[in-house]
């Protein structure tokens, strides 16, 4: 039977620095993650949809983005990614959570990453929050 792999937390912030609903990228370990915090609990997936590499969002945890922040973090310039009002936020439809990515739309269930179009699933990623702490478990 083959050992389990170690992992390690990586802290990205305190619980306060995500706000309730809106996607914060964060890197870890080199990877670009969306995270999104929902209630008590936090989801990390891809921060790059694998449609055509939108990033879903742009600002790292206590930042505020502005109009003009938008231009070396697309793979182009999708025009719903140019606006403050763009995040990428959390969806509820009944028990169905998702975020849209702000280029074309597609949807990515904030647990699974399941996409309608299953090709397009997206990575997930274990968040731990541990009192003051919020990790990322690779
Ligand atoms: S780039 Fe995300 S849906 Fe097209």
Do not use: Q, Y
Request: glycine share 12%; hydrophobic share 40%; net charge negative.
């Amino acid at each position: 039977m083959a050992e389990p792999t170690p992992t390690t937390d990586h802290p990205i912030g305190a619980p306060g620095d995500f706000p309730d609903g809106v996607g914060v990228a964060v890197t870890v370990a080199g990877l670009d993650l969306l995270v999104v915090r929902d209630g008590e609990a936090f989801h990390a997936l891809s921060n790059r949809c694998p449609h055509k590499g939108a990033r879903f969002a742009l600002d790292g945890p206590g930042e505020a983005r502005g109009a003009d922040s938008t231009t070396d973090s697309m793979t182009a310039d999708p025009p719903a990614a140019t606006t403050a009002d763009a995040r990428c936020r959390l969806t509820a439809d009944g028990d169905e959570k998702t975020v849209a990515c702000p280029w074309h739309g597609l949807p990515f269930d904030v647990e699974t990453g399941a996409c309608p179009v299953p090709r397009f699933g997206l990575g997930t990623f274990e968040v731990v929050a541990d009192g003051d702490v919020v990790s990322v478990r690779l």
